[in-house]
């Protein structure tokens, strides 16, 4: 095969492909560098965002705490008079938050039952929507009635109950009282 001898406009035409590629290069290069910016202050813009979102539940949390705090203030006020009139029991000693081993009761009362001496031993949820917080009441009362040796009246105090729940509570003998009811 002949060897074909390079041509001023081969040349010329080689010269612009080359100068065609540093080009393509030069703006992937600066692309490169955008991106690479973009990504940064994306990172930044997220990291900000993850800090906002935890001061938002920190706020959120200090918020459902004050509410569920009122929720078990105003049932203190309110609920000698109802469980008088509606489950027979007579509050003998003011409602207190009590801890026993290291565990915090939300209600806590002597009372009188049918004659009995009894011990009334509550939780306090904002919207009981499934029974694990039963559970911890539970614990609760056995914690009160092995310590103290008496009888417990497991009570629950709500704004709203699922019907589910509500009838999980009934079953076990728990009381639900719902905040509209006193």
Same mark, same amino acid.
């Given at each position: 095969?002949?060897?074909?001898?390079?041509? #001023?406009?081969?040349?010329?035409?080689?010269?612009?492909?080359?100068?065609? @590629?540093? !080009? %393509?290069?030069?703006?992937?290069?600066?692309?490169?560098?955008?991106? %690479?910016?973009?990504?940064?202050? !994306?990172?930044?813009?997220? *990291?900000?965002?993850?800090?906002?979102? &935890? !001061? /938002?539940?920190?706020?959120?949390?200090?918020? *459902?705490? $004050?509410? $569920?705090?009122?929720?078990?203030?105003? /049932?203190?006020? &309110?609920?000698?008079?109802?469980?008088? +009139?509606?489950?027979?029991?007579?509050?003998? +000693?003011?409602?207190?938050?009590?801890?026993?081993?290291? +565990?915090?009761?939300?209600?806590? /009362?002597?009372?009188?039952?049918?004659?009995?001496?009894? =011990?009334?031993?509550?939780?306090?949820?904002?919207?009981?929507?499934?029974?694990? #917080?039963?559970?911890?009441?539970?614990?609760?009362?056995? =914690?009160?009635?092995?310590?103290? +040796?008496?009888?417990?009246?497991?009570?629950?105090?709500?704004?709203?109950?699922?019907?589910?729940?509500?009838? !999980? /509570?009934?079953?076990?003998?728990?009381? @639900?009282?719902?905040?509209?009811?006193?």
């Amino acid at each position: 095969m002949p060897v074909r001898s390079i041509t #001023k406009e081969d040349f010329s035409e080689l010269k612009s492909i080359v100068r065609d @590629i540093v !080009t %393509t290069q030069k703006r992937t290069e600066s692309s490169i560098v955008e991106l %690479t910016e973009a990504q940064k202050r !994306t990172e930044l813009s997220v *990291a900000k965002l993850a800090d906002q979102q &935890q !001061t /938002a539940r920190t706020e959120l949390s200090g918020l *459902a705490r $004050s509410v $569920s705090y009122a929720l078990e203030n105003e /049932a203190y006020r &309110q609920l000698p008079l109802y469980l008088k +009139e509606r489950y027979g029991i007579e509050v003998t +000693e003011r409602m207190v938050r009590l801890e026993i081993d290291g +565990e915090e009761i939300n209600l806590f /009362a002597r009372g009188r039952k049918d004659g009995r001496d009894v =011990l009334i031993v509550g939780e306090a949820e904002l919207k009981l929507t499934s029974v694990g #917080k039963l559970k911890q009441l539970e614990k609760h009362v056995a =914690l009160a009635g092995k310590k103290y +040796e008496m009888e417990c009246v497991p009570l629950m105090i709500t704004h709203f109950a699922r019907p589910q729940v509500f009838d !999980t /509570a009934q079953k076990k003998g728990i009381i @639900i009282v719902q905040s509209f009811e006193w």
